[in-house]
């Protein structure tokens, strides 16, 4: 089982980082998390075939987290893919989806697609089978508009994964991660508290009771960014591959 960061950006780009997506793929399970405004020219770069992703989890309806589905969606109707896809998120994903495909390319969301596409509705708390993949949502706290937020703990061949999302501090997140084989979390600033996102140092005054086996940082600002070489915590980048 292996993770690609395909980006893991913040929404501004900082140091040049691309926005939230990651791949995950092993013997059975091949899906997405995130697809944010950057994907799909990444995930070509990455030569990371797209025929092959079965399932696409959307955290929020952010752009740096969301708005590449119009994208990847329009190339998987001209690469006539075939195989099924699934698109699972918060509440009202369905409309979302269809309000951004039309906003950035008007009329493509009455395309009859040929392929089968669902969309499927996540509620906190309720776990999901993808075929391989299992999928418990937990709600974090990261605004007013956007959401629904969800984070997500994907188990799937034997491996779990936890994904904070974008949020500020909430005690959901030591469930979500609890004991989880990797635990990507967000660390937007170091030690600043700004709402609705997390800090490096508030997140490790928790790590103990979280007990992920291993961590890896995401979504980080300059602040973040410049401080890395002091930080002892292993630091997303663009392209990075994780086996677990």
């Not at 960061?5 to 939230?20: I, K, M, P, Q, Y």
């Not at 009455?110 to 509620?123: D, H, I, Y």
């Not at 309720?126 to 391989?132: L, N, T």
């Not at 800090?199 to 890896?216: F, M, W």
Request: proline share 4%; net charge negative; glycine share 8%.
């Amino acid at each position: 089982m292996q993770l690609r960061f395909v980006g893991c950006g913040d929404a501004f780009g900082s140091g040049g980082r691309l926005n939230t997506c990651f791949h995950v793929a092993g013997r059975e399970a091949n899906f997405l998390i995130d697809c944010g405004a950057s994907a799909l020219p990444a995930l070509k770069r990455l030569e990371i075939d797209r025929n092959d992703i079965d399932l696409i989890l959307i955290t929020h309806f952010h752009g740096d987290h969301f708005a590449g589905l119009p994208f990847v969606l329009l190339d998987a109707q001209f690469s006539r893919r075939t195989r099924p896809l699934t698109i699972a998120g918060p509440q009202g994903i369905e409309t979302r989806l269809r309000e951004v495909m039309e906003v950035l390319f008007e009329h493509s969301s009455k395309t009859r697609q040929r392929f089968e596409l669902s969309v499927v509705e996540l509620a906190s708390g309720q776990r999901r089978d993808f075929g391989a993949v299992t999928v418990t949502p937990y709600p974090v706290v990261h605004g007013e508009s956007g959401g629904p937020f969800l984070a997500y703990r994907v188990e799937t061949e034997g491996r779990t994964l936890a994904y904070s999302a974008d949020t500020e501090w909430t005690e959901t997140l030591i469930p979500l991660a609890h004991g989880a084989d990797l635990f990507i979390a967000e660390a937007y600033m170091y030690e600043k508290v700004v709402k609705n996102h997390l800090s490096l140092k508030t997140l490790e005054q928790h790590l103990p009771a979280i007990g992920a086996k291993r961590l890896v940082l995401t979504h980080m600002s300059d602040d973040m960014l410049s401080r890395l070489v002091d930080i002892e915590h292993l630091a997303a980048e663009d392209g990075m591959v994780l086996v677990f």
